[in-house]
């Protein structure tokens, strides 16, 4: 069940940064951030009422709290590093995140098998390749990579958090939903304080028309956010957190495999070679 849960998070999470990747070209990136989540707070919402989620009220509801707060701000660094490029080494360092749930595990006396820990090198390898690393060519901004970095910690973060976040299903339901309205709220003020300083709100093409035509689509990548956060979360709790984090950050293969069929981009041969790596890893994973 773990593995299944943890893959299906990888999957979700390929297929939103998948489709925001595509949003972005168009929209300010805290554009798509807001209006994604704020689509997930509203669907969210009405589960929690129609499950009667707020009975699940506590002091764990804090992780989620934190987990909403740093994951915008992470997300923010990681796209100020795309910028500044080149992204064959930002892409990759982004997934070292993967670094701080299994890291935690394994404080908290996680002892994965032989060949769960081959499973845990080889893929960790297979994701960063995936990426497409660039070996050579323009030399890296140190500003680059240190955010680069500082967004891979945010992302192992709110892995770590949001497991810690709820022990019930209709408690999870509420902790996604505290989670998304921290999002929005901490997004929102990123975005007020941008337009204050001369950024853009709305496309240039089109402005609040192309946004409302673009709903289903932000629609999509804030509800399979969610979805896999919720699914991430199952996944940690039913099994070890190691192997949990590894294989629901899976999700830069999906990512790329989605550009190959959807974008008909060609796959360069390390990308090949990592999404072979982080299959060996997975098989190794779920056999261990």
């Known amino acids: 069940m773990t593995a299944l849960f943890a893959l299906a998070t990888s999957l979700l999470w390929g297929l939103a940064d998948f489709g925001g990747g595509l949003l972005t070209r168009r929209t300010p990136a805290l554009t798509v951030v807001v209006a994604s ?18 009975t699940e009220a506590g002091p764990r509801l804090w992780y989620a709290v934190a987990a909403g707060a740093v994951g915008p701000v992470a997300m923010l660094c990681f796209y100020k590093a795309l910028a500044l490029g080149p992204m064959g080494v930002v892409s990759p360092l982004g997934s070292l995140g993967v670094a701080v749930p299994v890291g935690i595990g394994l404080l908290l006396g996680e002892r994965p098998g032989v060949l769960q820990f081959a ?41 770590a958090l949001i497991a810690e976040a709820s022990t019930t299903l209709t408690g999870l339901f509420l902790a996604l939903f505290v989670q998304r309205v921290t999002n929005v709220a901490v997004g929102g003020a990123a975005l007020w304080v941008s337009v204050r300083r001369g950024g853009r709100a709305l496309p240039e093409d089109g402005g609040l028309r192309t946004v409302v035509r673009s709903l289903p689509a932000l629609a999509f990548v804030g509800l399979a956010d969610v979805a896999a956060n919720g699914t991430y979360s199952i996944a940690a ?46 098989v190794l994973l779920a056999s261990g």
């Open 37 to 54: 989540q704020s689509v997930a707070v509203v669907v969210l919402g009405a589960i929690v009422v129609a499950t009667g989620g707020f």
């Open 237 to 282: 709790q039913t099994g070890p957190v190691t192997v949990a984090a590894v294989l629901a950050n899976l999700y830069p293969v999906v990512t790329v495999f989605a550009a190959l069929l959807i974008l008909k981009e060609r796959l360069r041969a390390v990308q090949a070679a990592g999404a072979g790596l982080a299959l060996v890893g997975t």
């Open 119 to 159: 499973g845990i090198a080889v893929a960790v390898a297979g994701i960063v390749l995936a990426g497409g690393p660039e070996l050579r060519g323009a030399p890296v901004q140190r500003q680059a990579v240190l955010m680069t970095l500082v967004a891979a910690f945010g992302f192992g973060a709110v892995l």
